[in-house]
């Protein structure tokens, strides 16, 4: 299994308050990336990292915002959680080149009260 | 735009029987595609894969070959088990970028 961990793996917080979540890896990947999953939905992107301080928006970024500091470390922040942001979290990794495939953390399940 | 669609669920099939869950993609060049499958509370997992036309990706039983001709890529199992139950995704990866497009998930339930 590649190495990801996501952390915390389960929390419930209040509408407002700021929830920032954590990727982490050991596979010395460039490409790191935020998911979303939803019913009805499947996976939607948040944001994406292609290096270190390199980010890039996905479909539905509003209300996100992300970090990248370091190669094995992506940060996922939500300034003032809602409850639309109710939600599992996935973290995925991949290294350069087409044929790469993404490797994927176990989740963080979020909800906002 | 890229994109991937793969058939509706839940899909329900009795233990033995064949399984076809369908995927189509859209997309400006020759992407590679893949087959993810997800388990009850896990992350996603990478099932096969197949980066050019006519490629066949194949792993527990499961196949699926790259059809540049209808732009597709249908996951098939002959024989389906009880512990094949779980969510099925499709997903491609175009070549000229990084950033993965996934259908929205097939839900296959296998009864004994």
């Known amino acids: 299994d590649a190495g990801i961990t996501q952390s915390p793996r389960h929390k419930v917080t209040e509408t407002g308050t700021p929830v920032t979540l954590r990727c982490h890896q050991t596979e010395n990947h460039r490409y790191m990336y935020w998911y979303r999953q939803d019913p009805g939905h499947g996976l939607r992107l948040i944001h994406y990292s292609y290096g270190v301080k390199d980010t890039d928006k996905g479909e539905v970024s509003d209300g996100y915002s992300v970090s990248r500091s370091k190669t094995e470390d992506f940060l996922l922040t939500l300034e003032s959680a809602t409850s639309s942001q109710t939600s599992v979290y996935f973290c995925?990794?991949?290294?350069?080149?087409?044929?790469?495939?993404?490797?994927f953390g176990p989740g963080t399940r979020l909800t906002v009260l | 735009g890229d994109s991937v669609t793969q058939m509706e669920g839940p899909v329900t099939l009795s233990e033995e029987a064949f399984l076809t869950i369908n995927c189509t993609y859209t997309a400006t060049g020759y992407p590679s595609l893949f087959w993810y499958v997800q388990y009850p509370g896990e992350g996603l997992q990478l099932l096969l894969k197949a980066t050019k036309a006519d490629d066949k990706g194949s792993n527990k039983g499961f196949e699926a070959t790259y059809r540049k001709e209808t732009t597709s890529f249908h996951l098939e199992k002959g024989s389906v088990q009880v512990s094949d139950s779980a969510v099925y995704f499709c997903?491609?990866?175009?070549?000229?970028?990084?950033?993965?497009?996934f259908g929205t998930g097939t839900s296959l339930t296998v009864i004994p």
């Open positions: 995925a990794i991949s290294g350069a080149g087409t044929y790469n495939e993404q490797f």
């Open positions: 997903a491609q990866l175009p070549n000229t970028g990084n950033q993965f497009y």
